[in-house]
């Protein structure tokens, strides 16, 4: 179960980094309907079943290069549903035998929600809000896969120490105040992949093309806050390429750009604090993990403006996003072990004068 909870993981990441590939070469709408493409299990491509889809959706005409895309993702999203239906199915089948049993029963309705996202946001035709959460869906599922994935690894693996995890006993309990920060710290990087799926929604990256500057301002005066942020947009016109004013992106960019620097200061400082606390130890490698993937992500943020949203690039900032979030889940994960882990202090006997004493 702990090999297919990772397979499950890994293929989440490929759903996301694909979803990212299908949004940023504008093939959101590549098929019009759900789940079929022009009533087709496949995009159609010979001159008959073109014809068929053109009839049926006259207002969308079939483009190949942008179909595909489309359903390339449909499927890596539907191969990732079976799995997930696997292994709540195998949890059931095992659930007497002490194996993990209400996560994957939860990440399995999870996803069937995730799902009905997809559809809306083609229906819906890519309504923000709707993307939005869809993204966000997403990293959750990724999410709770990770935790179920490393819950199997360690009862697979046991309550073992290493020689350099009984280090950690001597400052475990300076490590509990720093917990609350590593929460924080999580809240923020989910506000910031928010701003993200926002930004990406109403086609916003582009809406800045300068450093550090934005548009030759340190803060634009014209910004329009109301409006880049406005959750109350109308169901029904086509948001391809988006529907928001120029102003409007630029706020939107602009926090995204507040936002990365506000969790870059945050996570700098924690990180920082918290490696003069478990350098030496196993602990140790988890911070540095942390740090490496939010440096990395903050450098990819950066490429895409100076570089004009290449797709490569972007397609790595959307995954490294992913990885932050995910180090950052391991890093409280490690921490709640070392808690959990800590053997207590042996009670020792000896004897003094006849008498026996405890210390």
């Known amino acids: 179960m702990a090999k297919l909870s990772l397979i499950a993981t ?51 005409p079939v483009d190949v290069e942008k179909g595909w895309p489309e359903m390339i993702h449909r499927y890596a999203a539907g191969f990732l549903g079976l799995v997930v239906f696997g292994l709540a199915a195998y949890a059931f089948l095992h659930r007497k035998e002490g194996l993990p049993f209400r996560l994957p029963m939860f990440i399995a309705g999870f996803i069937v929600l995730q799902g009905a996202f997809g559809m809306w946001t083609v229906t819906l035709k890519l309504w923000p ?28 693996r046991g309550p073992t120490l290493t020689d350099a995890n009984r280090k950690l006993p001597k400052v475990s ?30 086609y916003a990256a582009v809406a800045c093309t300068d450093l550090p500057t934005c548009q030759g301002e340190w803060w634009p005066a014209d910004m329009d806050f109301q409006h ?50 478990v350098k030496g130890t196993l602990m140790a490698r988890h911070v540095v993990l942390v740090a490496g993937v939010l440096t990395l992500q903050i450098l990819l943020g950066l490429a895409n403006i100076v570089f004009h949203i290449p797709l490569s690039v972007a397609v790595a900032h959307n995954a490294m996003g992913a990885g ?24 020792q006997h000896t004897t003094m004068n006849d ?5």
């Not at 630029?250 to 924690?270: D, E």
């Open 173 to 202: 309990q300076s490590l509990d105040r720093f917990r609350s920060w590593l929460y924080g710290g999580l809240f923020l990087v989910i506000v910031q992949i928010a701003l993200g799926a926002w930004t990406a929604a109403n």
């Open 10 to 60: 890994l293929l989440a990441v490929v759903v996301i980094m694909l979803g990212a590939w299908t949004r940023l070469v504008h093939a959101g709408l590549g098929c019009p309907d759900w789940p079929g493409c022009y009533g087709f299990l496949t995009v159609p491509q010979n001159e008959a079943n073109i014809a068929i889809a053109n009839a049926r959706f006259p207002e969308t």
């Open 324 to 347: 932050l979030l995910l180090s950052v889940i391991n890093l409280i994960w490690r921490l709640h072990l070392a808690r959990d882990h800590q053997p207590e202090t042996a009670t």
């Open 129 to 156: 809000q709707v993307v939005s959460l869809h993204l966000l869906g997403g990293f959750t599922t990724l999410s709770l896969l990770t935790l179920l994935t490393l819950r199997l690894r360690a009862m697979v």
């Open 228 to 277: 880049g942020f406005d959750i109350t947009q109308h169901v029904g016109p086509n948001y391809l390429g988006g529907q928001l004013t120029a102003d409007g992106r630029v706020a939107i960019h602009v926090t995204h750009r507040v936002g990365a620097i506000v969790v870059l200061a945050y996570m700098t400082v924690f990180l920082a604090l918290l490696w003069r606390r």
């Open 355 to 359: 008498r026996e004493v405890t210390a």
